[in-house]
């Protein structure tokens, strides 16, 4: 697991080895263990290590045998135990014991075709002297991120933005339409940045840049195949729960691969407490699991996770949270962000890696699994919208709406007047559009309003129809599926847990986006995903006896904090000064009076806009550090500089 970066132009481009020095040290969170870079013909890679595999041996960047291939690499690959004997085999002559060779060798045997030999999570680039091509690649389901942005006929790259924006060519120019993403969606999708002109290559996606004339080439390589499962027949139950047991225990199997200690995150939710489960049955007796515990009982998981740990005997350590160990992290992690992103869940998920990390190097978890199996609440929504819809027009126009209205407002975690006022007031829209208003912020209309006059791009592709437009799905619930892995998946769920362990140096995986697992989950019909209520119908039974049987009857639980709260008590001065008329007019994007209404309407208490006031707030601190304080974030300092060539 490493940080790589770097730029690429012309062959007699004059070497700028403190530009790269810079994109490193930007990063060095990802990789404190080690830097490494190489700069020569026109091309600088740069890598940060967090050792993992092969400690000793395996620091980038790593060559081919005649050094007419080199690689930086942020990931791992599963099944390199295997490539590694069948390339040298094969011919391939190897110095190194680290799955980041497989790969360049792995590019020189197969070509086009390598990527599809990988297992693993990666985001990585290869330059390629006898070609002049510099190849960026990223995994199947987006686990390891890699920006990228064109400057003429060069290319600069890097893990994250930070890396990107320590180059003093990368410009600082924010893109408008991706506001309104942000605004809607709560962050901004892929290949769009926050910035324009500065793109995220997709999940399985490859892109090439060719130096003889600077274009570049994208090309998608893996996308996840629901269509399959639209012909798939009925199984029977036993069966198909138990190959499913089987698929889950090799995916775990494949990712305990590691020369460091491995722990597990366990929420004592069903996906964390599957895959604790299944490493305390591969490896029993040595199993770390961490947890955390809130004081708010509304958010608070910690009891159901003790439990699962205590039936599994894993060596259970847990941090219980004070308000005021959370609300002091909000400036600090908010400005740790480089690119805005509104899950409020981040705040836990760092000081669960920070805490993690004090153990272990390497954590497992349980993402995936609600996109997978239609574990989400929404999901349900969709399912339940199909009956609203035909009840008599008088009782979905007037009554229910006339009811909901009057429940009193209730901050705690997804309360029920919350999700009630959210059903009612999208239920009678399309798939497309309820999903949005349902996983989002603000409604189009509402970001129409927030906005100022003049930014919103009408004209901007509207990302959840791309999506749509890009798959051929005729069962409603599976394309919310679809949007799911590729939007919320993606952009949210898996850039929050990237961002927060490495921000601590935490390596997580996610064993349930293992390809192969998705791939024979993907095949199953949603008839044994969704029994009629009943969510992760399948995945619950092939769990049998594996997991307490309490964890597979309780409901889901979203991980978060008391935003709502806390912007009415212990954040309300920090909300006020951020979201302040001087604030925003250093950018001018917002309508101040439309933003004033909808904080003065929360702290009166008589409406709920925890979503909307949060998602401003965060646009708002990562502008104030990334844009007006250019990028002045309390991100630790660089580690050791080592391994310069050139």
């Known amino acids: 697991m490493c940080g790589i970066c770097g730029f690429a132009g012309e062959a007699d481009a004059r070497p700028q080895p403190d530009v790269l020095d810079r994109m490193c040290a930007s990063i060095a969170h990802r990789g404190p263990d080690d830097q490494g870079v190489r700069i020569a013909n026109g091309v600088a890679l740069g890598s940060r290590r967090l050792s993992i595999i092969d400690l000793a041996g395996g620091n980038q960047p790593i060559r081919n045998e005649d ?18 004997p069948e390339l040298i085999s094969l011919g391939h002559e190897m110095y190194t014991h680290s799955d980041t060779e497989c790969v360049l060798h792995a590019y020189e045997q197969w070509g086009a075709d390598f990527l599809s030999h990988l297992n693993g999570m990666f985001g990585f680039a290869i330059w390629d002297v006898r070609r002049r091509e510099l190849t960026l690649a990223r995994d199947r389901m987006g686990i390891k991120p890699m920006y990228y942005t064109r400057l003429g006929r060069r290319l600069v790259f890097g893990s994250e933005l930070k890396a990107l924006l320590a180059h003093p060519g990368v ?82 199997r494949k990712e305990l691969v590691a020369d ?123 399912r339940l919208a199909g009956y609203y819809n035909h009840l008599p027009g008088l009782l979905r126009r007037r009554l229910i709406p006339s009811v909901v209205d009057l429940l009193p407002v209730n901050h705690d975690n997804l309360s029920f007047d919350y ?78 847990v990237d961002r927060a362990s490495m921000m601590v140096s935490l390596e997580a995986r996610v064993p349930l986006l293992n390809v192969d697992f998705v791939e024979h989950v993907a095949r199953l019909p949603l008839s044994v995903k969704l029994r009629r209520l009943n969510q992760k119908f399948i995945f619950k039974r092939a769990l049998r006896g594996l997991v307490p049987p309490e964890i597979l009857a309780r409901p889901k639980k979203g991980f978060g904090i008391p935003v709502a709260r806390w912007f009415r008590g212990p954040l309300r001065e920090l909300l006020l000064d951020t979201l302040s ?52 974030s309390p991100m630790p300092e660089a580690g050791s500089q080592n391994g310069r060539s050139s």
Not at 599 to 626: C, M, N, P, S
């Open 67 to 84: 050094g007419t291939l080199w690689i930086v690499f942020n990931g791992e690959i599963y099944n390199y135990p295997q490539l590694r």
């Open 171 to 252: 410009p600082r120019d924010i893109d408008h339409a991706a506001v309104a993403d942000y605004l809607s969606l709560e962050y901004v999708p892929s290949p769009r940045s926050i910035l324009k002109g500065v793109d995220k290559l997709p999940p399985g996606h490859v892109l090439t840049w060719r130096q003889n004339d600077g274009a570049i080439e994208i090309r998608q390589w893996w996308d996840v195949a629901l269509d399959s499962s639209e012909e798939a027949p009925e199984p029977d139950l036993d069966s198909c729960a138990a190959d499913l047991r089987a698929a889950l225990k090799e995916a775990v």
């Open 260 to 382: 460091v200690p491995i722990g597990v995150f366990l929420s004592g939710g069903v996906d964390s407490s599957a895959v604790a489960a299944t490493m305390a049955e591969l490896t029993p007796g040595n199993v770390n699991s961490f947890s955390i515990g809130f004081a708010d009982r509304s958010f608070d998981e910690s009891g159901w996770a003790r439990m699962v740990a205590e039936r599994l005997g894993t060596n259970h350590h847990e941090l219980v949270l004070e308000p005021h160990m959370l609300f002091d992290l909000v400036p600090k992690v908010t400005a740790l962000l480089d690119e805005p992103m509104a899950d409020a869940s981040i705040i836990p998920t760092y000081l669960l890696s920070e805490f993690t990390r004090q153990h272990v190097k390497v954590a497992l978890g349980g993402d995936g699994g609600d996109e997978l199996f239609a574990g989400y609440p929404t999901i349900l929504a969709h």
């Open 419 to 496: 999700k009630a006022k959210r059903f009612v007031g999208s239920a009678h829209l399309d798939v497309a559009d309820r999903h949005r208003r349902w996983m989002g912020s603000f409604t189009p209309d509402e970001a129409a309003g927030v906005l100022a006059p003049g930014v919103l791009d009408t004209q901007a592709p509207d990302p959840v129809l791309a999506h749509l437009a890009a798959q051929s799905l005729r069962e409603p619930l599976n394309q919310v599926l679809y949007l799911d892995m590729k939007l919320y998946l993606e952009n949210d769920i898996l850039a929050k």
């Open 581 to 632: 008329p001087a604030g925003l007019a250093r950018h001018g994007l917002f309508d101040y009076p439309r933003v004033e209404k909808l904080i003065q309407a929360h702290l009166q208490g008589g409406v709920d806009h925890r979503k909307e006031l949060w998602t401003l707030f965060i646009f708002q601190r990562w502008y104030d550090t990334w844009i007006a304080g250019a990028g002045r």
